[in-house]
């Protein structure tokens, strides 16, 4: 780690939305091993271990580990792990759902004034506003209810000069880990899958309690297969900082990819964290290379379609489809995504990598339809396709 880097905050920007919000922050997971998962994302994803809580820092209930990416540090998870039987928080949430996200988190510039407006709109409140404070600080935060076991935090660093937040060091441990750069540079978007009839009932809450707009709706028959169907709603706030499609599933002949997240997950909650490139060629090359597993690669016929379509694309196209890598055009722009296998033992949480080219903001609906064609193959070998 270099010598001065601050954890806490994202870089300063100019925000035009009416909750104060600045950008996303670090997402938490809760996991069984947080420093096995940790481990993960430093050989495969290419992040760095950073920051440390433990019982050497005065924490006797759990660990957790601040990852953070060499070439961004504003993009940074949290990943932690109960020790004791009695971290309520951690274990009841690992022993119901495996590992998964517990939390994403957005810097604002008044936790009070965020939460305040988010409570009255209609968020359900988790932890009222407070300090933490050591002799580097404070830092404030709140939280309000998302999903059934999920929330999304507000925080605040402006009055913290330490590494991270109050409770943290430097890691303990030297960590030499052999691997290929894989230069993440933030976060895109974060999806959730939530249970039949509720997409409506999510997208108006995160609407209405951070003062979002519907972006885009996906509705019967935009994206299916013969056997099973979606439907999706993608809410962000007014200045496009925050983005988060949401995910039902729709009546088929057999299961769809979403009730088989439900089922798995055991409720509703976090499907994939969307990360950005600005080079995604080099980086799923790299990745590859660290051993991260991607979905099943599209048939010839995908790549020679995107060839005969004239929208300027700067890529070479072989090196896609070497890469699996799948391209969407929309308006004057287009995006390059690619979809990880799950990341944990349960069929549900996974990473997605992405690059926007020539302003393309969308989704790529090409894409969302490849995306789910490529999972129910998945879903098949699992044998969880078939209805009982
Ligand atoms: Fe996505």
Known sequence: MEMGICYGGIPSRVHNNSMGIRGYDYVEFYVGSAKHVAS????AMGLDFVAYSGPETGDRNKISFLMASPVQPSFKILISSSITPDNYDIQSFTQKHGDGVKRWTVE??????????????????????????DDDGFIEQASIKLYDSCEINFINYDNYKGLFRPGFEKPRQEWVVSREETNLKGIDHIVGNVNINEMDYWSSYINSA???????????????????????????????????????????????????????????????IAILTTDIIDTVTNLRKNGVEFLATPPQAYYDNIASQEFGLEEDIKKLQENGILIDVEGKGYLLQIFTKPIGDRPTFFYEIIQRRKGASGFGQGNFQALFEAIEVEQGLRGNLDRD
């Open 40 to 43: 993960w994302h430093a050989k």
């Open 210 to 272: 951070l003062d979002f707009e519907t972006f885009i709706h996906f509705g019967p028959g935009d994206i299916s297969t013969q056997y099973s169907s979606l439907v999706s709603k993608v809410v962000r706030s007014k200045d496009d900082v925050i983005k988060n499609p949401i995910n039902e599933p729709y009546e088929g002949i057999k299961i769809s990819q979403i009730e088989e997240y439900i089922k798995e997950y055991r409720g509703s909650g976090i499907q994939h």
């Open 108 to 133: 604002v510039d008044d936790v009070n004034h965020t939460f305040a407006k988010a409570i009255k709109n209609g968020a359900v409140p988790i932890l009222e506003p407070y300090k933490i404070s």
